[in-house]
């Protein structure tokens, strides 16, 4: 989307403008060729600008783009296993794609919205467009400090500008307590965000790691495992982290906050369970301030005797109140998958400033809205 938005601006702003169909991706799986968000445009002279796919499906979507400048209805198309035998175009790769098409009129209220998103672009501010999956689609922009009530998504569409993920939400019938909602309250739409991804770092290179690794990404953060030991951390190990770093946890944490990589939406892990390299690690992450996360497991003693140490290192209690320790929520875990489980839930439950209690014990709407 953001490469062709330029083109999507011009064509729609120009004289003489006219409808456009603009063809997303908006869910993979397996080997797809490009990634949530990739966009086509195609004209009504039949001009195509942009790619979905590399060129696998791209002549089926201009003729479904001919139907859709026709009609006005936008559809979803979606891509599989190329088959020989089929004569529906397919994905070589193996992997398989929808593709939302729909028409986009030349209206003031469409280019607003487009000249808006181009200059949060342009800014590099963090940004979503949400797009409903309906016949008739409508669209909704939100930024990181403006999610103005909409079709009682707004807070979904926060939630995955918050984390940097693109996806669909929504459901078929909407849990609400007013009972005049209907199902069209909460329509399946698609949330392209232009955002980083919000950031895990684990320090440790051990079982507790590996299982955490693998459920945050799962979760769509950006994994970062970190370890001086290089007998240990190593990607064969930690397939599921985006990145493997070898070195002293409290050094490469200092090169991230000077360079500006951690942020309000960076969850740090320590799992080490070694006084050596915890209390450093814990020492920097605590003063800098810049964490939006902070936790490290340890027994009621093993937190005890680390925050003494802190404390010897100058950490005082306002920053020492902002470690989670011992890290993760009640939950009676004991292997390293369910330990993974039980910390990943704080985080998820932090973020969304949520009390963490079980559903049956509370009331309301489950989909609480909280002040962002």
Not at 263 to 282: M, Q, S
């Amino acid at each position: 989307m953001r490469d062709i938005l330029p083109d999507l601006v011009g064509l729609l702003g120009g004289a003489g403008a006219r409808p456009v169909v603009l063809c997303r991706v908006v869910a993979t799986s397996g080997s797809a060729p490009r990634g949530v968000g990739a966009a086509m445009l195609v004209t009504s002279d039949g001009a195509v600008m942009g790619s979905v796919s590399g060129g696998c499906v791209e002549g089926a979507l201009v003729h479904t783009a001919r139907q859709v400048l026709d009609d006005g209805v936008a559809v979803v198309e979606t891509f599989g296993i190329d088959d020989p035998g089929d004569p529906v175009p397919g994905l070589t790769c193996g992997g398989r794609i929808a593709v939302l098409v729909e028409r986009v009129e030349p209206v003031e209220e469409r280019l607003a919205q487009l000249r808006r998103l181009g200059d949060a672009l342009r800014a590099d501010e963090p940004v979503a467009l949400a797009t409903t999956l309906t016949e008739r689609p409508d669209w909704y922009l939100a930024t990181s400090v403006a999610h103005p009530p909409w079709r009682r998504l707004d807070r979904d569409v926060a939630d995955l500008l918050a984390v940097g993920r693109s996806g669909i939400i929504g459901v078929d019938d909407c849990e609400t307590t007013d009972p005049a909602a209907t199902a069209e309250d909460r329509p399946r739409t698609f949330v392209q965000t232009f955002a980083p991804a919000a950031r895990l770092v684990l320090v440790g290179a051990n079982d507790f790691v590996r299982s955490l690794s693998s459920l945050g990404a799962t979760l769509g953060l950006r994994v970062t495992v970190v370890d001086a030991r290089p007998v240990f951390a190593t990607r064969e190990r930690f397939p599921d982290a985006d990145e493997v770093i070898v070195d002293w946890p409290d050094r490469y944490l200092a090169e991230q906050i000077r360079d500006g990589r951690i942020g309000p939406t960076t969850a740090l892990c320590v799992l080490t369970h070694d006084a050596k390299f915890d209390v450093p690690t814990l020492r920097t992450a605590l003063r800098s301030g810049t964490f939006g996360f902070i936790g490290a497991l340890g027994s009621r003693r093993t937190v005890a005797d680390r925050n003494r140490r802190l404390r010897e290192e100058g950490v005082d209690e306002r920053q020492l109140a902002r470690l989670r320790s011992p890290l993760g929520l009640d939950l009676g875990a004991h292997s390293p998958a369910e330990v993974a489980v039980s910390i990943a839930a704080q985080i998820v439950a932090e973020r969304h400033r949520a009390s963490a209690m079980p559903l049956h014990a509370t009331d309301g709407p489950i989909h609480q809205r909280r002040n962002p």
